[in-house]
Every structure is written in structure tokens, then in C-alpha cells.
């Protein structure tokens, strides 16, 4: 339960970064996820997941 916790506030941590740093860079990033067909959008989903399973799997062999 503890690295449920851990892994959200990583998260939380890495996101409000991002719309601290730049958030007008954020809304535009996000108005071009909007224009993109929604398969496009399921193939960058599928990828991220595959990208952070992968990760975490990487994190756990080397025993984090």
C-alpha cells in the first residue's frame, strides 16, 4: 500500500512541476491532444502504460 502511495505522490509532485513551470506550455500541449483522432490519442495512452509498466518492472529487478 505504501508504493500505492508513494507512486501518487510522485505524480502529484511531477504534475504540478509541469503546470508550475509551464502552464502556458501545458494548454498547448493539451489543445494538440484535442485535434488528434481519438486512435491516436488510445495508441499514446497504450504506449504510456506499456512505457510505465516497463518502468516499474526495470525499478523492481534492479530492487527498488
Do not use: H, Y
Not at 5 to 16: F, Q, R, S, T
Amino acid at each position: 500500500m505504501i508504493w500505492i502511495v508513494l507512486a501518487l505522490g510522485l505524480v502529484a509532485v511531477a504534475e504540478g512541476l509541469v503546470l508550475a513551470l509551464a502552464p502556458s506550455r501545458v494548454e498547448q500541449v493539451l489543445a494538440m491532444l484535442a485535434r488528434l483522432p481519438l486512435d491516436t490519442r488510445q495508441l499514446v495512452g497504450m504506449v504510456s502504460v506499456a512505457v510505465g509498466a516497463t518502468m516499474i518492472a526495470l525499478a523492481r529487478w534492479i530492487g527498488l
